[in-house]
């Protein structure tokens, strides 16, 4: 195996190990579509929300706040605990390079983002009877480029902040009010239109959205690809200017 194998493997082991990092990423999600699709009034077509179902909705919104979860709350905090304590530096004297621990965490935080994923919409279709996308292609695109968004802001955290708690500090301030511009509180549709406009142009609003339009049929709207295309380059080349192994 190489040693991108074997460091994915490993660092997927450590993660599982997390009680509360694995129920709020991988449980949390699934229990909260069950929840929402549970409620009467959830399963009803509803005038405010343009003659949609409530749980429509909200099947593209949970699986954003799965992403949320990994970028901001898992990979942050464990980047900078790493450097904290020496970990990636230690790393660096080795023939395992310190950047292939990112890219391992890359790939393992895709995986358990796309296992949940999977999850929910299956949830979503035998239990609530959720329409499966209709634009399997443009769905598919519009969710890497909302998890490459989300994880490159996640990596900018992990790259200013001096230590894991304040990486997991400034990972929940960003959290929240990244969901409700996604619509967790506040689905999008039943936003006033100054709301829906500074959604527009958050990561997840605009990857909700995207995912939406992708689920009802549409390719997305120019707007919102590039507002991910934005933040992934922002984000992702700040990152990559000041973040440091040691």
Known sequence: MSALSRLTITESKLFLREPAVVFFTLAFP???MI???????????????????????????????????????GLPQLFASYREKGILRRMATTPVKPVTMLVAQLIMCVAMSVTALVVVLAIGRFAFDVALPRQIPAYLIMYLLSVVAMLTLGLLVASLAPTG??????????????????????????????????????????????????????????????????????????????????
């Open 30 to 32: 699934p229990i909260l």
């Open 165 to 246: 708690k304040a990486a997991s500090a400034i990972g929940s301030i960003l959290f929240f009010p990244i969901l409700f511009f996604a619509g967790l509180w506040l689905p999008r549709a039943a936003m006033s239109d100054v709301l829906r406009r500074i959604s527009d142009f958050t990561p997840l609003g605009a990857g909700v959205q995207s995912l939406q339009d992708a689920a009802a049929g549409h390719w997305p709207q120019l707007l919102h690809v590039a507002v991910m295309l934005g933040w992934t380059i922002v984000a992702g080349g700040v990152a990559a200017r000041y973040f440091r192994w040691e």
């Open 35 to 73: 929840v929402l699709g549970s409620i009467p009034a959830f399963r009803e077509p509803d005038v405010e929300m343009g003659g949609q179902r409530g749980i429509d909705l909200y099947a593209p919104i949970i699986i954003a706040m799965a992403i949320a979860m990994l970028a901001l709350n």
